[in-house]
C-alpha cells in the first residue's frame, strides 16, 4: 500500500485543520483528524438529490446546495434537473472549491464547470438569510449531521432560528433535504415545529446495499 499524501490543508475557524489526503487513489477529507468524507462513500449524497428534487417543478428550478465537499452532491443534482435550471453552491472554504477545480475536480466529472452553477465562497446561513423566496430546494451537506458540525458556526443551521430562515428563503412548495451520518428524532421535531411536513430515508453510503447508512431529511413546505 502507498503511504498517504497530503495535497493540501486549511485552518478550520475555531482552530481546527481540514486536510485533503490521498491513498491508492481514494481521496478523503478530514477535519480536526476525523474523516469528513471520502471518495470511496458516496452514495448517500447522490441519493439525496433525487429524494429532495423529486417533487421540485418549474421551468427554472432554483436550487441551493449547502457545501461542495467532493463535488457527489451537486453534480448529482446536475444530473436531475433541467437545463435550464439555476444551481448555487455555498462553500465556506475557498480551499475546497480550489481542490475541486483541480485535484478533486475528475471524480464528480467537474461540475463546476456546469454553466448552470453559480459558486459562492460564504457561510451557507448568511446566503439563504440574504434571499428570501428564492430557492425552490436546498440541499444541506455542510456537516456530518444536525448535531455533528464542521465549524461550531454551523449549529445555528439546525436550530429554531436557521431553519425559520431557511424556510424563508424558499419559494411556496419549496423542500429543504438534510443529509445525516446518524438519525436525529430530534431534529426532525424541530423541522416540523418550524412548519414543514417531513420524512426521514435511510440510504446506503455506498452504491451498493453493504456498508454503513445514513440519513436523509427531506422536510417540505406545509
Not at 16 to 29: Q, T
Not at 59 to 73: D, K
Not at 152 to 159: D, I, K, Q
Amino acid at each position: 500500500m502507498k503511504p498517504q499524501q497530503i495535497l493540501g490543508r486549511v485552518a478550520t475557524p475555531d482552530g481546527k485543520e481540514l486536510v485533503l489526503y490521498v491513498r491508492d487513489g481514494v481521496f478523503s477529507i478530514r477535519v480536526g483528524g476525523l474523516e469528513l468524507m471520502s471518495s470511496r462513500a458516496h452514495g448517500s449524497e447522490e441519493a439525496m438529490a433525487g429524494l429532495v428534487l423529486a417533487g421540485v417543478q418549474g421551468r427554472e428550478p432554483g436550487v441551493l446546495v449547502g457545501g461542495l465537499g467532493m463535488g457527489y452532491t451537486l453534480r448529482a443534482v446536475l444530473d436531475v434537473v433541467p437545463e435550464s435550471a439555476r444551481v448555487t453552491v455555498v462553500e465556506i472554504f475557498p480551499a475546497v472549491v480550489s481542490w475541486n477545480r483541480v485535484e478533486l475536480a475528475h471524480l464528480a466529472r467537474e461540475p463546476l464547470s456546469d454553466s448552470r452553477v453559480a459558486v459562492e465562497e460564504a457561510d451557507v446561513a448568511a446566503v439563504v438569510a440574504a434571499n428570501p423566496r428564492t430557492f425552490d430546494a436546498v440541499l444541506l451537506d455542510v456537516d456530518n449531521g444536525p448535531a455533528a458540525f464542521t465549524t461550531a458556526g454551523n449549529r445555528r443551521l439546525y436550530g429554531p432560528q436557521g431553519l425559520a430562515e431557511i424556510r424563508r428563503c424558499l419559494r411556496p412548495r419549496g423542500v429543504l433535504g438534510v443529509w445525516s451520518a446518524d438519525p436525529d428524532p430530534a431534529f426532525a421535531r424541530r423541522l416540523t415545529r418550524v412548519g414543514f411536513r417531513v420524512r426521514t430515508e435511510t440510504v446506503s453510503a455506498r452504491r451498493s446495499a453493504r456498508g454503513p447508512k445514513h440519513t436523509i431529511f427531506v422536510a417540505r413546505m406545509i
